[in-house]
């Protein structure tokens, strides 16, 4: 099982990037995707998350309106597109993987990619 993060960058206040995450070893059809992110010195939190289907996402309440969260499961990805971004979004971004639904804990997720970090600064 194997989670692989990418798209983070160095982007300005305002701009946008947007993060894949591709999955390999599995069938992602079965698995709830979630995105996290770790500011440096702070716990890992929440960004969002999407049920097995896609017919369900989660967003954490800083980034509702600005993020948006799909998936595309013959590719065996999901992404994070980020728009409107702030300096408080910097931090490194993962995603991770547990069967059944997406939660907000980090703790319910078992699979984890290794990471891509995103720099919000001018």
């Known amino acids: 099982v194997q989670l692989v993060e990418s798209g983070g960058g160095l982007v300005q206040p305002g701009g946008s990037l947007r993060l894949s995450c591709e999955v390999s070893?599995?069938?992602?059809?079965?698995?709830?995707i979630g995105w996290f992110r770790q500011a440096s010195g702070k716990e890992r939190e929440f960004v969002s998350g999407?049920?097995?289907?896609?017919?369900?996402?989660g967003y954490a309440e800083s980034v509702k309106g600005r993020f948006t969260i799909s998936r595309d499961n013959a590719k065996n990805t999901v992404y994070l597109q980020m728009n409107s971004l702030k300096p408080e979004d910097t931090g490194v971004y993962y995603c991770a993987a547990r069967e059944g639904y997406s939660t907000t804990d980090p703790k319910t997720f078992g699979s984890w990619g290794q990471g891509t970090q995103v720099t919000v600064s001018s």
């Open positions: 070893g599995f069938t992602l059809d079965y698995y709830a």
């Open positions: 999407i049920s097995w289907s896609g017919s369900k996402t």
